[in-house]
């Protein structure tokens, strides 16, 4: 029943609305992938039993007419949610163990709308990283391969566990949070659509903690249909989180028949950067000529700021972080390495417990928070922050969204990950400024490079207009006609 797997989300809402399978073979059909598809290393924890029976409760609920939004649909959801009684580790060692007596609200409003969970994926360790190297739990292979070569390739981070099932037909649709662009790059490597909504939309609660101010929750699928779905489940305001907003959450799958006709878009030059591979310059164009065919009015814009995004976000990401798992003590949760004094047992348990680019955050967060840096390094970086958003808020004036590539490059291959920490950085400039800004950003595949490896062009958009993203992003898929066809599952 593989074919069960190879259907977009909506298609599969849509033929459990007409009868056409039930939610038990649906499901079925996806646990028997996960299993067959460990190589991958996608799920750090599969729950079938759990998804097996809320399959069952799923089809009970369609006999009687009753389904919900999401009736019977398989997930899977990054292990950076909280979910009650199931493992939660943030793929990191310190974590291990941890079952939360509580679900996070984004999960438990997936759950309410009738979401079945497969289970927990994989993700670099804390959401650090952009290759899903970083995970205590190894490395996260991508379902796609060079041209003529099997060597493996990296699915992007650090949401690379979401992506990879989303592209290897593991789950129809997941979960993900994007700090500094942790749903929109692996995204693009693994040709899936991705969307990071505006930083307030979704609640925050229940998801572990990597920088506060950045961090949002938001979805990966095949098709843009299947993100506009899952927004608007996840989205709403929260009590138990006061940085969600309280705004009505728009049917985001109805916007999407009103097309780009008329629609400004700017392309921001500050984003052509040296180096910057041509076909990537030639995907953007690309890009441009399609939105132009669908009606959209494109022209060049300016964000002058772009150039101190990265530097300042490597700033406040870390100075977060450094306090945010500063609770990680060996008392609260998962791991504890005993010493002879308590401070003994802080540093055993820390020391065991994170990986080293955990610490590296750790040791940059603390250092440009402490007293005689804090001027020179944090206040600085946030006064950068208001800067770019003032550069999008001028823009916006006029235009209604902005178009980029994802990332600067496709995928690389597991064997050559760049060594050093900063070229590693490099991969998230043309992400990062949404979440210091705190706008909307989506990824949509838009082609193939010289390896055969998918790419992806970003939408950038004003503040709660997710509609018009999805919009944009829906004109590109159409124009695209990108098809998901990794060779993993070509050779099963
Ligand atoms: N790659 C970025 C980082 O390592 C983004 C991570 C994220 O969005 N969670 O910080």
Redesign the pocket.
Request: hydrophobic fraction near 20%; charged fraction near 15%; charge should be negative.
């Given at each position: 029943m593989t074919e069960l797997t190879r259907l977009s989300l909506a298609a599969a809402r849509d033929g459990l609305n007409a009868k056409k399978f039930t939610a038990t073979e649906l499901t079925r059909a996806h646990v028997d992938a996960v299993e067959k598809a460990r190589a991958l290393n996608a799920y750090l924890k599969e729950t079938p039993e759990k998804a097996l029976a809320a399959a069952a409760e799923s089809d009970a609920r369609l006999a009687k007419g009753e389904a919900r939004p999401l009736e019977g649909l398989p997930l899977g959801i990054k292990d950076l949610y909280c979910t009650n009684g199931v493992e939660t580790t943030a793929a990191s060692r310190i974590l291990e163990g941890f079952k939360p007596h509580y679900e996070s609200t984004v999960t438990s409003q997936l759950w309410r709308d009738g979401a079945v969970m497969l289970g927990k994926l994989n993700l670099?360790e804390f959401?650090?990283?952009?290759s899903n190297e970083t995970s205590a739990y190894g490395p996260v292979v991508s379902p796609w391969r060079r041209k003529g070569s099997d060597a493996k390739i990296v699915p992007g981070?650090?949401s690379g566990g979401s992506a990879a099932a989303v592209a290897a037909h593991l789950c129809l649709a997941a979960t993900a949070?994007?700090?500094?662009?942790?749903i929109r790059?692996p995204a693009a490597f693994t040709g899936t659509v991705g969307i990071k909504p505006t930083y307030g939309r979704c609640s925050r609660w229940g998801i572990v903690a990597?920088a506060s101010s950045l961090d949002q929750a938001g979805a990966f699928g095949v098709k843009v249909r299947d993100c506009a779905i899952l927004l608007s489940s996840i989205c709403g305001l929260d009590p138990k989180d006061s940085t969600s907003v309280d705004l009505a959450v728009p049917d985001f799958e109805a916007a999407l028949k009103d097309g780009v006709r008329g629609l400004k878009i700017g392309v921001p030059k500050e984003y052509r950067v040296d180096g910057m591979p041509e076909e990537i310059e030639a995907l953007w164009q690309q890009g441009i000529d399609w939105l132009r065919a669908a009606g959209a009015e494109v022209a060049e814009v300016s964000l002058p700021h772009t150039h101190y995004a990265l530097p300042a976000y490597y700033i406040v990401?870390p100075a977060e972080a450094s306090s945010n798992l500063a609770r990680y003590d060996g008392v609260r949760y998962g791991l504890r390495v005993d010493g002879k004094s308590i401070i003994e047992m802080y540093e055993n348990t820390r020391g065991a417990g994170f990986g080293a680019e955990v610490r590296r955050r750790i040791l940059i967060g603390t250092y440009v928070l402490s007293a005689g840096y804090y001027d020179a390094y944090y206040r600085k970086a946030q006064q950068v922050r208001s800067l770019i958003r003032r550069d999008f808020d001028q823009v916006f004036e006029t235009f209604d969204a902005v178009l980029t590539p994802t990332a600067p490059s496709g995928a690389f291959g597991l064997d050559n990950v760049p060594d050093d920490p900063v070229t590693m950085y490099l991969?998230?400039i043309f992400t990062v400024t949404a979440n210091m800004a705190g706008l909307p950003g989506i990824s949509v595949p838009a082609g193939l490079d010289h390896q055969g490896l998918p790419l992806g062009l970003q939408v950038l958009g004003r503040p709660f207009d997710e509609g018009t993203l999805l919009r944009v992003a829906q004109a590109i898929e159409d124009a695209a006609q990108f098809k998901l066809a990794p060779p993993f599952n070509m050779r099963r």
């Open positions: 670099d959401a650090m990283g952009s981070g650090s949070t994007d700090t500094g662009g942790s790059q990597f990401a991969n998230d």
